[in-house]
Each structure stands twice: as structure tokens, then as C-alpha cells.
């Protein structure tokens, strides 16, 4: 049956004269169907849905705990976690939107166990081939956008303006990064539209960030006359954004968020985003996504004022994907690292040597210099193996340093071109401090 279906998509790719007319011919009627046959259920219940370049998972994870600490009983969809009520799993489908049959099998299913609120992470493949049809949001939540996927929606206009599907007439409020000059279309449309930011034109105005001594930050939200200073367990300028889009959806869905200063401190960051390891070893693990050149330096940007130490990073790249960016990857990680482990990461079909060589090119730019064995100014090794990779970074460190694992944070697959191997960079931290 399934090879009868991708014959009939392959005929109709051939047939049609563009993507679009994929997506309304084929793509299309079938959500229509599917969301049809599951009786609707994004209908029955309040759907969050977040979109955005950068920061879509711990905006979703924060909206669901500080739903929760309110006494509403949620369902989670995130790149990292599928929760309904109290049952959590570890999300191992490697996909921000899934498939169209699950997606609506996940509503109907938080529908049954009684959820008031579903958070889901959104994509802008997923609004575009109409996996979210018939799914009306009560909250649209934008937390950036800058280019991405191009090789999908040839140009940036066509990714932003994509998320525009999710803004439809039973859309209560629009939760909009006001900072950011690509969603300015966002911010003006004619609907309920709530802005955060830092900037003083924003409704939510993100004031006074300061890092302290707990490994968390501080910071203040002032909007409409109000201003709350919150104490949060994690670190970063773009997690004060995340904390903010948080509490104005949570505005925008007519909810008293005055009372929310103790949920906001025990906020909890999501699996894999800047996830510290259990270490009595004297230096700092952290497990992070970041995989791109934005992600790489908000996060360095983020930690480097805190160390004490030096900073060992171990990375790789995924395969499949924009080539460009690798070099600058290497260039972020030999501005900020002193230590730089080049292993593996998703090679999918892609050459592993050549996909470490795109961030070799950026490091061995800033004169860095390779070497095989532990001297004193050693500066990055190329160890394929991530296991051993990871083993690595962890032996090089010392009392006051901080070690990253970037790239995979809570996936649970690692995949190559002929194989698909189970996967957690958390476990095999802690397999390797434990030995």
C-alpha cells in the first residue's frame, strides 16, 4: 500500500507544475480526510501553537508548566517531548510537526484524557503541505525568523510568510517577537496582537537582564503598567525571550499571569536545551540542540561571562543540510572555545569526513592547530566516533572548566546514510562519568 501511495505522489509531482500545486492537490484533500475522520478534535480543544527560526521547544515546555501551575491540565507536542496529562515520553519521531494522522491522533487522544490546552511546536513544512488543517490555534506564538529552509521554500519571504496559515478567525491573540524586523508583518496585522521584546515599543518589555551566582539569570517584564522581577533557573538573553513569549500567551489566553513569579522560577528548561549533567567532578556538562551559527553564539554569548574555566565544546554538523553555514560554526567555536572535539552528529546520506571538514575549514581559518594527543596548548581533535568524541571533551576538562555537547541534545537516534543507531548524548554522559 505504501508503495502504491509514494507511485500516485511521485505521478502527481510530475504531472503538476509546482510545489504549491503538490500541496493544495495532494497534500491538501488528504488532511482534509484524515482531520475529518478524527471528528476535528483541534476544535474541541485550546491549541497553542509556536512557530519560529529559533527557541520554539522551551517556549512550548514553558507555556505548558506555567498552564499547569494554574491548574490546567495540558498536552505537550515538542521536538523533544510528547506529553498527555501526566504521561510523558521522549519525542523520538526527529520531526518539529509530525505526521498529519498522528497529529490528529494526538488531540483526539489529549481530547479523551481531558486536556484543556495543547502546546505544539509548529513548522513551516508542516503549514505549508497543510499537515495543521483543520486545527484552529487560540494562540499563535512567533519567536523569530531569520532564513531557513531555503532549500524547500527557495526564498526567505516564502519561509515567513508560510506561517501566516496559522492566524485564522478563531485566533484569540498573536504573540509576536517584536525585536525582530522579519516578523514586522506579524506585529501589524489587525488582530489581537501582543509584542515582547526589549525594545520600548514592545507590550512586554524584557528589562534588566542580569546572570547570578545559581547558574540562572534575572530580569524584568514591564507591560501595561505592570513590572515583575523574575528569578529563573536557566541563563541566556534568548531564554528571557522565551520566559516572556510564555507569560504573554498565557496574557493573550485572558489568564492573571501577576500570580505566575513562583511558576516562572521553577520553570524547567526542555531535555537537551542547555541540559546541565549530573557531575561531581569539579567542571560543568551541559547538553544542548544548538546547530546552527545562531544558536552557537547566543549560546557561547550566554555562558562564557560565568566561566571560570575554559570551555571545551564537542560537535558536529547534520548532514543534508546547509553546507554554507559550517564554516562559520567553526569560526564561532575557535572565537569562544579553547578546546573543540569535531566528531559526527546526523550524517543522514551525506559524507561524515566532509561534513567535518566544512567545520574544520572554520576553525583551522582562526589558526587553530589539530593535534592526536592531550598537550598543553592542544586546541581541537576530529574523533568521528561521538561516543569517544564525547569521552574526550570530558577528559580534557579540569576544575572550573565547562563542557558542551552540542548539536543532538535529547534526540534519541543518531542516523547515517545505512543505518540508524539509538542515541542519547545525556546517557552516554553519564555512561562515560560513571565508568
Same mark, same amino acid.
Given at each position: 500500500m505504501r508503495g502504491v501511495i509514494r507511485f500516485i505522489k511521485k505521478l502527481i509531482r510530475a504531472i503538476l507544475p509546482s510545489e504549491e500545486a503538490v500541496n493544495y492537490c495532494w497534500h491538501l484533500p488528504i488532511q482534509i480526510a484524515i482531520a475529518l475522520r478524527y471528528g476535528l478534535p483541534g476544535h474541541h480543544i485550546k491549541v497553542i501553537g509556536i512557530a519560529g527560526t529559533k527557541g520554539k521547544t522551551s517556549t512550548a515546555h514553558f507555556i505548558s508548566q506555567l498552564l499547569e501551575s494554574t491548574g490546567e491540565k495540558t498536552a505537550l507536542y515538542s521536538t523533544t517531548t510528547i506529553k498527555i496529562g501526566?504521561?510523558?515520553? !521522549?519525542?523520538?519521531l526527529?520531526?518539529?510537526?509530525?505526521?498529519?494522522?498522528?497529529?490528529?491522533?494526538?488531540?483526539?487522544?489529549? !481530547?479523551? %484524557?481531558?486536556?484543556?490546552? %495543547?502546546?505544539?511546536?509548529?513548522?513551516?513544512?508542516?503549514?505549508?503541505?497543510?499537515?495543521?488543517?483543520?486545527?484552529?490555534?487560540?494562540?499563535?506564538?512567533?519567536?523569530?525568523?531569520?532564513?531557513d529552509h531555503l532549500d524547500?521554500?527557495?526564498?526567505?519571504?516564502?519561509?515567513?510568510?508560510?506561517?501566516?496559515?496559522?492566524?485564522?478567525?478563531?485566533? +484569540?491573540?498573536?504573540?509576536?517577537?517584536?525585536?525582530?524586523?522579519?516578523?514586522?508583518?506579524?506585529?501589524?496585522?489587525? +488582530?489581537?496582537?501582543?509584542?515582547?521584546?526589549?525594545?520600548?515599543?514592545?507590550?512586554?518589555?524584557?528589562?534588566?537582564i542580569q546572570p547570578n551566582a545559581q547558574s540562572g539569570m534575572t530580569f524584568e517584564i514591564e507591560y501595561y503598567g505592570h513590572r515583575t522581577a523574575y528569578t529563573v533557573p536557566y541563563i541566556g538573553e534568548y531564554n528571557a525571550y522565551n520566559t516572556a513569549a510564555a507569560l504573554a500567551t498565557l496574557y493573550g489566553l485572558e489568564i492573571d499571569i501577576d500570580s505566575l513569579r513562583d511558576a516562572v522560577s521553577n520553570l524547567?528548561?526542555?531535555?537537551?536545551?542547555?541540559?546541565?549533567?549530573?557531575?561531581?567532578?569539579?567542571?560543568?556538562?551541559?547538553?544542548?540542540?544548538?546547530?546552527s551559527p545562531e544558536s552557537f553564539e547566543k549560546l557561547f554569548q550566554a555562558i562564557t561571562p560565568a566561566l571560570q574555566g575554559n570551555l571545551i565544546a564537542v560537535t558536529g554538523a547534520c548532514g543534508d543540510r546547509d553546507a554554507t553555514?559550517?564554516?562559520?560554526?567553526? +569560526?564561532?567555536?575557535?572565537?569562544?572555545?579553547?578546546? @573543540?572535539?569535531i566528531t559526527n552528529d546526523d550524517p543522514y546520506t551525506e559524507d561524515p569526513e566532509k561534513i567535518m571538514q566544512g567545520l574544520i575549514s572554520g576553525l583551522t581559518t582562526n589558526n587553530k592547530q589539530q593535534t592526536t594527543k592531550l598537550i598543553e596548548n592542544v586546541s581541537w581533535f576530529q574523533i568521528p566516533d561521538r561516543r569517544k568524541a564525547i569521552r574526550k571533551g570530558i577528559e580534557l576538562a579540569r576544575k572550573g572548566d565547562t563542557v558542551l555537547v552540542l548539536g543532538k541534545g535529547a534526540e534519541q537516534?543518531? @542516523?547515517?546514510?545505512?543505518?540508524k543507531i539509538p542515541w542519547d548524548d545525556r546517557k552516554i554522559v553519564q555512561e562515560i562519568l560513571n565508568k
Open positions: 501526566n504521561v510523558e515520553r !521522549l519525542n523520538d526527529k520531526m518539529t510537526t509530525p505526521s498529519r494522522t498522528f497529529l490528529q491522533r494526538f488531540l483526539r487522544d489529549a !481530547l479523551k %484524557a481531558h486536556c484543556t490546552h %495543547a502546546v505544539i511546536e509548529v513548522s513551516s513544512h508542516g503549514l505549508k503541505q497543510f499537515r495543521l488543517w483543520g486545527i484552529p490555534f487560540a494562540v499563535a506564538v512567533l519567536t523569530n525568523m531569520t532564513p524547500y521554500h527557495k526564498t526567505a519571504q516564502d519561509y515567513t510568510m508560510s506561517h501566516m496559515r496559522m492566524i485564522g478567525n478563531r485566533t +484569540r491573540a498573536v504573540i509576536v517577537n517584536g525585536d525582530d524586523e522579519n516578523l514586522k508583518p506579524f506585529a501589524g496585522m489587525r +488582530r489581537r496582537i501582543f509584542t515582547f521584546g526589549k525594545n520600548a515599543y514592545n507590550i512586554f518589555k524584557i528589562q534588566n524547567a528548561p526542555a531535555p537537551g536545551r542547555m541540559e546541565y549533567i549530573l557531575c561531581d567532578k569539579g567542571f560543568d556538562i551541559i547538553v544542548d540542540y544548538a546547530h553555514v559550517r564554516p562559520d560554526m567553526g +569560526r564561532l567555536l575557535a572565537k569562544y572555545c579553547q578546546y @573543540v572535539v537516534w543518531q @542516523v547515517f546514510k545505512d543505518k
